[in-house]
C-alpha cells in the first residue's frame, strides 16, 4: 500500500526535476506518493490521471524522472499504484525503459476477466 502525502515534498520533485525549471513548476502543484515496493510519484490531483511522473528505487542520480501515460480516461492514481506494486510493472518498465503509456487492464481474481 502506498503512502500518500499532503503536504510538498521538495527534496524528491528536486531529483525528479534535475533542474528543468518547466518540470518544477509542474512539480510543485503535485500530489505525492511512496509505493510499498519504493517507488516515488507524483500527480496532480483533479486532472484525469494523464500523466504521472515516478523514481524508480534505483533511478540513476544524473537522470530526471520518467513518466507513466495513460490514455484511458478512467484510470486512477489507484489503478496506477496498483499496478507499479503488482511487480508486473517492474517487468514492463525493463521492455521500455524511456516510458511507456499505461492501458490498465487488471485480472480479475475471481473471474478470471481482463477488466
Not at 511512496?34 to 490521471?49: E, F, I
Request: hydrophobic fraction near 35%; charged fraction near 35%; charge should be negative.
Amino acid at each position: 500500500m502506498a503512502f500518500i502525502f499532503k503536504d510538498w515534498r521538495p527534496r524528491i520533485a528536486m531529483r525528479m526535476a534535475k533542474g528543468d525549471k518547466e518540470l518544477m513548476r509542474w512539480l510543485n502543484k503535485a500530489t505525492f506518493a511512496k509505493t510499498s515496493n519504493g517507488y516515488w510519484l507524483a500527480w496532480h490531483q483533479g486532472d484525469n490521471m494523464d500523466r504521472v511522473a515516478f523514481l524508480t528505487p534505483n533511478h540513476p542520480d544524473d537522470e530526471e524522472c520518467r513518466w507513466l501515460e495513460s490514455w484511458d480516461k478512467d484510470d486512477t492514481i489507484e489503478t496506477a499504484i496498483d499496478y507499479i506494486e503488482s511487480g508486473e510493472f517492474e517487468a514492463d518498465e525493463k521492455e521500455h525503459p524511456d516510458g511507456f503509456v499505461l492501458n490498465l487492464f487488471i485480472q480479475n481474481p475471481e473471474t478470471g476477466e481482463w477488466e
